[in-house]
């Protein structure tokens, strides 16, 4: 560590944090936008150099034996880095939310009394494998009038000091503290011991990556953390449905991309149209090599399906979130038992009912207790940029203090503001 120990340096780059978050608080939009901006047009100029970065980490990736989806993760391709940059400059046209007071109230004692919204000030972020997280991060954390300490994985750690000296320009550029957003340098563990437990200096904690890391971080954490512990989103055929968009969607809930904790793990079918839509579906997964793992009832009309990999569930499958062409499914009887099945095996992140039935549907969006409940969607929607929030910096299952996608508004804290003119207190 060149002489500096990992108490020392994590010491400073809260010190630093700190510092900086005062900067930030006070900056003014244009200001934030043009890093913003800037950072955009640096992601874009530098595509060549960022996935130069980036192949060392997916060769040690592929080289250690990781899955492919977990090293699919890893990549930086033009594709992510352009939607990096389009996310910045999403975030850079959205209104600047901070100081907007709202809410305000004449009291009877002839005050008005109203909220104003401020940054949280100093967040840290503790991520495994996506280095486009760093940007994500970063440009929230610039938008919301943030600063932020952000400890990636060691499996990306080239990728990220690429990108994080990307942001740092752009800050610069704009005349904004470079340490409105710090990198920690090491991958010893210790670091993020030292991260979670300084409440003097960081505000909030955001995991993100596998359940272990995020149970870690909860137990340990003495600072509040913003968290979802896994992914088991269900899409819930209906009856009545349409059949040939429920077969569309259900496929793209499950594989357009296996990896993304909103990816479908479990599919629930209504009894009177899962002899209808199972063999449909099943041809499908059969197609592209996903594994069902099935009820009794679902795998006997499943099992007809030529080439399929059909297999018994267990009860674990009911809760697991795999992260691989592998879905568990269901018959239930109809809304109400699929509705209870969602909520006592569901991880409360996203859940969906495809369905003709207006009056299911609106039961459905009440009754599912999930951050993200949808109609007639693909689980794979639930997320920030799709959202419209610019970025994400994740997605919160917790019901206090953010839920869903965490954008700018999720960065942020009410505080009370009182205007009066001379009242006193009778």
């Known amino acids: 560590m060149n002489a500096i120990s990992v108490p020392e340096l994590m010491q400073r780059l809260g010190q630093q944090a700190r510092t900086a978050s005062a900067a930030m608080a006070q900056a003014s939009a244009a200001r934030k936008n043009a890093a913003l901006r800037g950072l955009a ?3 874009r100029a530098n595509v060549a150099a960022l996935q130069a970065a980036n192949a060392p980490d997916v060769e040690r990736a592929r080289a250690a034996g990781l899955s ?17 940059a389009q996310g910045c400059e999403q975030l850079a046209a959205m209104p600047d939310i901070i100081g907007e007071i709202v809410g305000l109230q004449q009291q009877p004692s002839g ?68 340490e409105a957003v710090q990198l920690v340098p090491t991958t010893d563990r210790e670091a993020v011991g030292r991260l ?29 953390v913003i968290k979802h512990l896994d992914g088991n989103c269900h899409t819930y055929v209906d009856d009545p449905c349409d059949l040939d968009m429920a077969v ?12 993304p904790c909103n990816a479908t793990e479990s599919l629930l079918v209504a009894r009177g149209v899962a002899a209808a839509f199972l063999p449909r579906i099943g041809a499908v997964f059969a197609a592209k090599g996903v594994e069902m793992r099935c009820c009794p009832e679902a795998k006997a009309i499943l099992s007809t399906v030529p ?45 969906a009912i495809l369905t003709t039935d207006h009056r299911h549907a609106q039961r459905f969006l009440r009754e599912v207790d999930s951050s993200s409940v949808m109609v007639n969607a693909s689980t794979r929607f639930a997320d920030g940029f799709e959202y419209g929030l610019g970025a ?10 953010a839920r869903g996608p965490v954008g700018v508004a999720g960065l942020t804290s009410l505080k009370y503001v009182v205007l009066g003119e001379g009242e006193v207190r009778s």
Not at 68 to 84: Q, S, W
Not at 115 to 139: C, D, H, K, L, W
Not at 207 to 222: N, Q, V
Not at 392 to 401: A, L, P, Q, R, Y
């Open 248 to 259: 569309h969607v259900t496929d793209n809930a499950k594989t357009q991309k296996y990896s």
């Open 111 to 178: 005050i008005r009394v109203g909220q104003m919204r401020v940054p949280i000030g100093v967040f840290g972020m503790i991520y495994e494998s996506r280095p486009n997280v760093t940007i994500e991060a970063a440009s929230l954390a610039i938008k919301s009038g943030n600063a932020c300490i952000l400890r990636g994985g060691s499996e990306a750690l080239d990728s990220n000091r690429a990108l994080a000296a990307l942001v740092q320009q752009a800050l610069q550029q704009a005349g904004l503290p470079r």
């Open 41 to 43: 047009e640096l992601l």
């Open 392 to 401: 994400e910096i994740g997605i919160s299952t917790d019901k206090f203090h």
């Open 68 to 84: 492919e989806p977990m090293v699919d993760r890893l990549k930086l391709t033009p594709k992510i880095l352009e939607t990096c």
């Open 307 to 351: 080439g399929a990999v059909v297999k018994d569930a267990t009860e674990q499958d009911w809760f697991e979130e795999y992260l691989a062409p592998i879905i568990s499914i269901k018959v239930v009887a109809g809304l109400d038992e699929a509705i209870d099945w969602i909520n006592r095996y569901g991880s409360h992140h996203t859940d």
């Open 196 to 224: 979670i437990a300084m409440p003097e200096y960081v505000d909030v904690i955001i995991p993100r990556g596998g359940k272990g890391l995020i149970e870690r971080i909860s137990r340990e954490a003495r600072v509040p």
